[in-house]
């Protein structure tokens, strides 16, 4: 049996400097991290972008089939999506926990492993952020800071009629892999001694508990020279944060279900539980894809990138949006995607 410290034992000062005693600073604009009352950044004449999200026990995550490493990973990997969807490097991080007594220093200390991973993997500094109780279960909140050349960043509301409309990767599979691990949670209620069974399914499983974002594709955009009319991350399902893009940029779409991309993995994946993996990729959420219009003047150079794929284009707002289906019939486009406030 491994030794239990409890978090009582060392304060929150002590807690939070053994959390935080190894942090190594990554980036220049890092002037002061961890340590004081706030932390202090420069970014040089660039301009600053600045998120934050909430990630909250029993509506966004379930311990049940959450490891904590994955799970620190993923608090940092959804922020630094944020920042990469607005054409921007992300730099920096602050990190808020609430937490109660049923979680041991060295459960803490498997979750900062996995928000230490990402750190890395991303090139942020982690330079803030606070501790408390919490009554109820895990609360997670984390700000994340980037920095972009002025006015290279791009929003939601710039797509042009006649844009191009792409997304990168592949969509659906987070989705189909939380139907996998919430069927083995509800087995294992039923029958703990039952060993779960997801033989196969480490991709789908993969794309929700340890999602990665597209730095790879902001960093192709500087490459070539590309600027994104209007741009934002597949955190809720592909048609929602389409609608999001033609609502803030007043227009209309053609998207079509052929051209949307869902791995293999992800289709076979679909057909075990018999839904359609289309639907997945519309709906699902939590892909952290990047959706982006851009000029069809750009087109050539983003047929180099074998993981951008062309789904469609704006139109007029007056046409509305809407999918043409793999059998030629003409739908609107519903926002069915990943709403936190559902009963």
Known sequence: MSNRTDISSMGEFGLIQHLTKNIEIQNASTILGVG???????HYGKQTVITTDLLIEGVHFDLAYTPLKHLGYKSVVVNVSDIYAMNATPTQITLSIGISNRFSVEALDEFYD????????????????????SQKGFIISVTAIGEVSPDQYVTRSGAKKGDLLCVSGDLGGAYIGLLFLEREKRIYLENPKVQPDLEGESYVIGRLLKPEARKDIVAFFEDKEIKPTAMMDVSDGLSSEILHICEKSGLGCVLYEEKIPVSEASKAAAYKFEI?????????????????TIPQSEYEKLVLNEQISVIGYMTEASEGAHII???GNK????AQGWNAFKK
């Open 36 to 42: 004081d009352d706030a932390a202090v950044i420069d």
């Open 114 to 133: 996995g928000v230490y991973a990402a750190c890395e993997e991303y090139n942020v500094d982690l330079i803030g952020g606070d501790t408390s109780t």
């Open 276 to 292: 359609d993996p289309t639907a997945c990729a519309l709906s699902g959420g939590e892909d952290y894809e990047l959706v982006f």
């Open 325 to 327: 289906t793999k059998g």
């Open 331 to 334: 739908h609107a486009i519903t």
